[in-house]
């Protein structure tokens, strides 16, 4: 594939540019600071406890983990499918994608423990541990996107872009299963005990990456010349359209499968009707499903296409983030059920029930700090190398 | 971790104290104590500790375990049961059928297939040779993944910084840790057994039996000859090492 | 490439000259201040143990934890023995606390240990005894410890720490 467009870096031109970064770093300030003060008090201070073991930080976390991977699909679709149209944002996405990547999993190591151990994580690994396998998926999708990009930055190395392509393609789908499959095989949480689970976790890649990439876009296209086109803006609106429809299926798919099953009776009912009942509802499906598909769906005339995709990748953004916090933490809101046929009458440790979880400031403070250094990260790289195209107008006149 | 060239620095630094010689003599130090040690000493996979607990000697409301358990090991409560560990808790049970009521002490049921080791990413949370599922703490990160993978809700993780630690069981902030059938105690001397099992003796309830799975002379395997003997969750097949009469 | 000139050869050299007499100084003179331990010697030559009770001790720790090899002679809860100050009151000292043994060195050379943060800092005293009376006894684990063994120890090392021995492991045996 030849490159006819010429790309250049991100050059400050509007104030709205420092106040973004000001922003930013302010949120990477107030991470840090939680994370120290949860390092030092320990997890106290949190709202988890025994029962509810992954909190909030997991499940920011997991969102900016599954959206790196989705926030590929702008490079997979130009170099592996060839859709020429996707051609002049596949460097953004790629960067995109390791920005929100180092991001998500910064969140998860300052969470840990003991996050001063983790040259023991990297050091030693137990192979029979899902968790050891994805350190490796995360780790290796950081060196492919830097080859990748670079095998897209030098002229002489074009030819290359595709093999880059295809393997990043294939990675972040094994990626993804992998992340699901953190969940999918936990044999003692019945909610969670499924293989539904990492189709589930693909779709919502899928979703999520997009619709960051779509506010990243509209975000760089008031301060430079235009990145969406319209032709652009249709196929963007098209993917996603389908792409919320394979979450509302799997989605369904899933709590069905569950209901059948009477053990996970109780986890389905504390997530369809009890506590988490508002999230699911409201947050996954009404927000982050079907207003965006009915935004998509029916055009209203009134609203500009920029406008309508902006705002349902904004809905699609915070139901995918509500998705993952009813399967993460309501998971582990329901005693897990030791001894069937039989009522726990009464015991030392919650095996009747337990409180709510209520996350607290520090865990908030955490994960708005690992979203904004995804942010930060990824306008450093656009300072820093020519990954914007220049012209818009070019590619469209261009035979490809 | 520190970089090579503080350690060497530091090295240097105990050289200048007054040393100059013994540097090399580590390693046939270290391998001469455990070489001639280890084929009398150190755990063998000939025995496989584990419990046998009658629940119908167990009585609800008494907690004798329980307490035995947290004295041995320094655990001391803050006043919240959701955040504090929690290695040994006592469950009161009634059939939904027949209307029975039980009651029983439930912890880390030392799995042979062990949910929680097969999940741990860097190999801290494993199974001795003997058969008891550990969590190393030197090398614990804190992801909590055991947590989630057992079954049984057997592993707490430590929330606060912790003072006044036994020192036969340290124990601190960040870790993961769980029922270690008490190790220190059975490792030590012969016939030793489990804080818990000697709370439940000396409470004249005798519900809570120690000893060795693969010895057929010993006491617990003559009485899990006697009694039907099952395990919690025996639908997942991990072949536990503690065992219940009368579940 | 450009030839050295003997001028600033001669800079090198006063500059590594002057860096060495420091050191010197710094390490002879003002080093850390280690108080003593209790009994006259340590589990091993004092020297030996100066420069490779890191590695001792973290070894020591997996054949505890990993394999069950306890009542051993770099047991770190016997460091804590005889290690550990007492206060006016007699009431023990933390060994990690500000100028205390563990402390002294490692505040010098800037090194960082997180043991203490789990391990008891003080010994267990009398009053506080376990339910089975305790097993650990110093010179019972100091019997078991045989250096004179090993392959070929450097003599200094091998002269002081197995003659100690031998007449321990005697001692131990009445």
Redesign the interface.
């Known amino acids: 594939m030849i490159d006819h467009l010429r790309y250049s870096t991100l050059k400050p031109s509007r104030l709205s540019y420092f106040l973004v970064l000001l922003f930013c770093a302010v949120f990477v300030g107030i991470g840090g600071y939680s994370a120290l003060t949860m ?1 030092h ?4 201070i949190t709202g ?4 509810i ?2 909190g909030l930080p997991h499940v920011f976390a997991v969102s900016l983990i599954v959206a790196a991977s989705g926030a590929l699909n702008g490079a997979s679709l130009a170099s592996v499918f060839g859709v020429s149209h996707y051609k002049p944002i596949a460097r953004l996405s790629v960067a995109l994608a390791m920005s929100l990547l180092v991001g998500g999993l910064l969140v998860l190591v300052l969470d ?10 990297m050091t ?3 192979f ?5 396998w994805n ?1 490796f998926l995360y780790t290796g999708f950081l060196v492919i996107g830097a080859w990748y990009l670079w095998m897209m930055l030098e002229k002489r190395f074009n030819r290359y872009t595709l093999l880059a392509g295809r393997i990043a393609f294939a990675w972040r789908i094994v990626l993804t299963t992998g992340t699901g499959c ?1 969940f999918g ?5 019945n909610a969670l005990d499924s293989a539904l689970l990492a189709p589930l976790f693909v779709a919502l890649s899928l979703v999520m990456g997009t619709a960051v990439s779509v506010l990243v876009m509209i975000m760089l296209d008031r301060w430079r010349s235009v990145l969406i086109d319209k032709q652009l803006l249709d196929s963007l609106q098209r993917l996603l359209v389908w792409f919320l429809l394979a979450l509302l299926y799997f989605s369904v798919v899933h709590h069905i499968t569950n209901l059948y099953v009477s053990e996970h009776h109780d986890v389905e009912r504390y997530m369809l009707l009890g506590g988490l009942s508002l999230t699911f509802w409201l947050g996954h499906i009404v927000i982050g499903v079907l207003l965006p598909l009915s935004l998509l769906v029916f055009r209203s005339a009134s609203v500009s296409d920029c406008k309508r995709l902006a705002i349902s990748s904004l809905l699609g953004l915070l139901g995918g983030s509500a998705l993952l916090y009813v399967v993460i933490i309501g998971s ?1 809101s329901t ?2 059920d ?2 069937p ?11 009747a029930g ?2 709510a979880y209520q996350p607290s400031v520090w865990e908030w403070g955490l994960g708005f700090g690992g979203v904004a250094l995804a942010m930060l990260l990824c306008l450093l790289l656009l300072r820093i190398l020519p990954l914007l195209p220049e012209l818009r107008a070019s590619l469209t006149a261009s035979p490809e | 971790m520190l970089p090579n060239k503080a350690q060497a620095a530091r090295r240097l630094f105990l050289q200048r104290l007054g040393v100059f010689s013994a540097a090399t003599a580590l390693p046939a130090l270290l391998s001469s104590t455990v070489d001639a040690q280890s084929s009398t000493k150190g755990v063998s996979s000939a025995q496989r500790w584990g419990l046998l607990i009658d629940t119908s000697k167990c009585a609800s409301g008494c907690d004798a375990c329980v307490r035995g358990c947290h004295e041995e090991h320094g655990i001391n409560s803050t006043g919240n049961e959701h955040t504090d560990a929690q290695w040994i808790r006592k469950i009161d049970l009634q059939n939904n059928l027949s209307g029975q009521k039980s009651s029983l002490p439930m912890m880390c049921q030392h799995c042979e297939s062990a949910p929680c080791v097969d999940v741990c990413p860097t190999g801290a949370s494993f199974k001795r040779a003997d058969g008891i599922v550990l969590v190393n703490k030197h090398t614990c990160i804190g992801c909590r993944y055991c947590v989630m993978a057992c079954p049984y809700k057997a592993r707490s993780f430590i929330h606060e910084p912790i003072s006044d630690q036994k020192s036969w069981a340290p124990r601190g902030q960040g870790t993961v840790e769980s029922c270690t059938l008490c190790v220190h105690r059975i490792d030590a001397e012969k016939d030793q057994q489990p804080a818990c099992a000697v709370a439940c003796t000396d409470e004249a309830h005798s519900a809570i039996l120690f000893g060795d799975l693969n010895d057929p002379d010993s006491d617990i395997v003559k009485a899990m000859a006697n009694q039907p003997a099952s395990q919690v969750r025996s639908d997942l097949q991990l072949n536990t090492g503690v065992r219940y009469v009368k579940l | 490439m450009h030839p050295i000139s003997p001028i600033r050869l001669l800079q090198c050299l006063l500059l590594l000259l002057g860096l060495t007499l420091g050191w010197m100084s710094v390490a002879g003179e003002r080093g850390p201040v280690i108080p003593k331990g209790k009994g006259d010697r340590c589990v091993a030559d004092t020297d030996f143990m100066r420069r490779n009770h890191m590695d001792l001790i973290v070894h020591q720790r997996d054949e505890t934890v990993i394999r069950g090899i306890r009542d051993e002679p770099f047991s770190l809860v016997e460091c804590v023995d005889c290690h550990a100050q007492r206060d006016a009151n007699n009431e023990p000292i933390r060994v990690d606390a500000e100028g205390q043994f563990c402390a002294s060195c490692h505040t010098f050379v800037a090194a960082k240990i997180d043991c203490f943060g789990c391990h008891a800092a003080v010994p267990d005293g009398e009053d506080q005894e376990r339910a089975d009376g305790g097993h650990w006894l110093p010179n019972k684990q100091l019997a078991a410890f045989r250096p004179h063994k090993a392959a070929p120890l450097k003599s200094s090392v091998r002269s002081t720490v197995s003659s100690d021995h031998d007449e321990l492991s005697s001692d131990a045996s009445e």
């Open positions: 390092e008090a320990g997890h106290i988890m406890n025994n029962h073991v992954w840990l423990g003991r996050p001063d151990r983790l040259i023991v994580a030693t690994y137990n029979r541990s899902i968790f050891s350190i953190i095989f936990l044999v003692g949480r582990q005693p897990q030791l001894f046929g039989k009522t726990v009458l009464a015991s030392t440790f919650g095996d337990f409180p």
